[in-house]
């Protein structure tokens, strides 16, 4: 089965839908492939989320493929490419839909250890560190290169300090950390990616690659 996805007009669901569909039995090994070919997120380095926040607390003891196969013994009727991209989301906090959804929206999106989204052409990073309790946000080479500017638009930082941003002393664009210490909510990350997405939208449309 091949996982090359170059030359497909279907967005990555779509990608992704019909390759598990090619699969006679899928098996943990073709939804490791198939992700990593799809969305070039290797599972295997993954993180799984904390014993608290997946249903059955036997699966966190398992490695990422033992933990996807122990789950596929319990559909007895296979699954579908729906039922894969929750069950990634119940076991690493993925949402593949999302991902898939921002494909080309002019964001780089670095989170738990791995480039989720990255293109060349991209405008601004979103990066959260270890255990996602921190989010930084600026800007590429490439927003430099159209721009000419060497830090975020006011546009965006207007947008970003009302919801906890503040300026990296390091001086490299805005960041946030979790007051809590636990890891950002996705609601959080929701409302930083819209202001992101909302300004691109206003002003950098014309150069988004």
Not at 113 to 118: C, D, E, N, R
Request: glycine letters at 8%; a negative charge; charged letters at 15%.
């Amino acid at each position: 089965m091949s996982n090359d996805v170059n030359e497909l007009a279907e967005t990555k669901i779509e990608a992704m839908d019909k390759l598990i569909a090619s699969c006679a039995a899928l098996n943990s090994h073709d939804i490791m492939n198939i992700v990593n070919g799809v969305f070039s997120i290797n599972l295997e380095e993954m993180a799984m989320l904390p014993d608290d926040q997946i249903a059955s607390k036997s699966l966190h003891s398992l490695t990422p493929q033992a933990a996807i196969e122990a789950s596929l013994a319990h559909s007895s009727n296979g699954m579908t490419g729906t039922q894969v991209r929750q069950l990634i989301n119940q076991l690493f906090g993925i949402n593949l839909d999302a991902l898939s959804a921002l494909e080309k929206a002019g964001i780089s999106l670095y989170s738990k250890g791995q480039w989720m989204l990255q293109h060349h052409e991209d405008l601004f990073v979103v990066y959260t560190g270890v255990g996602d309790v921190d989010v930084k946000i600026y800007h590429t080479d490439y927003f430099t290169e159209q721009t000419g500017l060497h830090e975020l638009p006011k546009s965006l930082i207007d947008q970003l300090l009302p919801l906890g941003y503040r300026e990296d002393p390091a001086g490299k664009g805005y960041y946030f950390f979790s007051p809590s210490g636990e890891a950002v909510p996705d609601a959080f990350k929701g409302q930083t990616i819209q202001a992101i997405l909302t300004v691109i939208s206003q002003a950098y449309s014309h150069i988004q690659g």
